[in-house]
C-alpha cells in the first residue's frame, strides 16, 4: 500500500525511502490512497491495559515505559488498487488506533476504523481483515480550520461518535530521530489477525508525515468508549497534517 495521490506521484514516493526504519518489501505496490486534512489525538494509557487488547501474538509499543491511543480523522481521497482505476474517492475516514511491534517490525493496530463510503467500508473489512464500520460523516474546511463530525451507524457496533473542530497552531515540522512525534507517525505497517489468531501484516509507504502543532475543541468524543481504559491524562497530544 501507498498513501499518495497520482501513479506518478506514487513513483516519486518510491524513490523516498531514507526515513524508513526497513526497507520497502520487493513484491510491488498494491493499493494507492491519499490522506489529507488530518488531526492525530493521542493519549497515554498504561501498556498492560492496551496489551489486553490486541492479539496476544502481537506486543504493545511503548514511548518510556507508556503506550498510546490515538483518534485520528482526515479526508480520504482516490482509493485504487493497482492496474484499477480509482474505487471510492471524496469520503471521511477516522480510525482509533495504538502501536505494536511483532518479530522486530514496528507498526499500528487499528481497534476501529470508520469511513462514510459504504463500499469502501466492506471492501476493507473482506480485503484486510479489518474492523471497519459504516459512519454518517462530515467533514468542513475554512482554510486551515477543519470541522469534523462522525456518527456510527452500523449494526455490528455500538453507536460511537466524534464532534470536534481542529487547526494547525504552527509552522510545519518533521519529527526527528527517537522523538514522540516520530513514535506516534512514522509507522510503516499495520497488523492484524485472523479468527484463528494468525497475525497478518500490511506493508504501508509514506513521506515522512509534515507535522504541525495543533489546537482541537472536541466537544463529543466517544470512540475510546468500546475499550473502557483509563487514560493517564485527559487532554491529547495534538499534531495536524494537511
Given at each position: ?87 471510492a474517492s471524496n469520503f471521511c475516514e477516522l480510525n482509533v488506533r495504538t502501536y505494536v ?33 459504516h459512519s454518517r460523516m462530515r467533514i468542513t474546511a475554512i482554510k486551515d480550520n477543519i ?7 452500523d449494526w455490528r457496533s455500538a453507536p460511537v461518535g466524534m464532534d470536534a473542530s481542529y ?76
Amino acid at each position: 500500500m501507498a498513501l499518495t495521490t497520482t501513479l506518478d506521484d506514487t513513483g516519486r514516493l518510491l524513490c523516498q525511502v531514507s526515513h524508513r526504519p526497513y526497507e520497502l518489501p520487493k513484491r510491488p505496490w498494491g493499493m494507492t490512497q491519499t490522506w489529507s486534512k488530518l488531526l492525530f489525538a493521542h493519549w497515554p494509557v498504561r501498556a498492560d491495559q492496551i496489551q489486553a487488547l490486541v492479539p496476544s501474538r502481537l506486543t504493545v509499543d511503548t514511548f518510556d515505559g507508556t503506550a498510546w491511543v490515538g483518534v485520528v480523522p482526515f479526508a480520504m481521497n482516490d482509493v485504487r488498487f493497482r492496474y484499477l482505476s480509482v474505487l471510492a474517492s471524496n469520503f471521511c475516514e477516522l480510525n482509533v488506533r495504538t502501536y505494536v511491534s511483532y518479530k522486530g517490525r514496528r507498526g499500528v493496530f487499528f481497534f476501529s476504523l470508520d469511513a462514510s463510503n459504504p463500499f469502501a467500508v466492506e471492501v476493507a473489512r473482506a480485503a484486510f481483515r479489518l474492523s471497519y464500520f459504516h459512519s454518517r460523516m462530515r467533514i468542513t474546511a475554512i482554510k486551515d480550520n477543519i470541522d469534523y463530525k462522525c456518527e456510527r451507524r452500523d449494526w455490528r457496533s455500538a453507536p460511537v461518535g466524534m464532534d470536534a473542530s481542529y487547526g494547525p497552531t504552527g509552522a510545519v515540522q518533521y519529527s526527528t530521530k527517537g522523538s514522540i512525534e516520530e513514535f506516534l507517525t512514522e509507522r510503516y505497517c499495520f497488523f492484524t489477525s485472523d479468527r484463528g489468531g494468525r497475525v497478518m501484516s500490511c506493508d504501508v509507504h509514506h513521506a515522512q508525515w509534515p507535522l504541525q502543532p495543533a489546537a482541537a475543541e472536541l466537544r463529543r468524543n466517544t470512540m475510546l468508549e468500546p475499550l473502557s481504559l483509563n487514560l493517564l491524562k485527559p487532554e491529547p497530544l495534538l499534531h495536524y497534517s494537511h
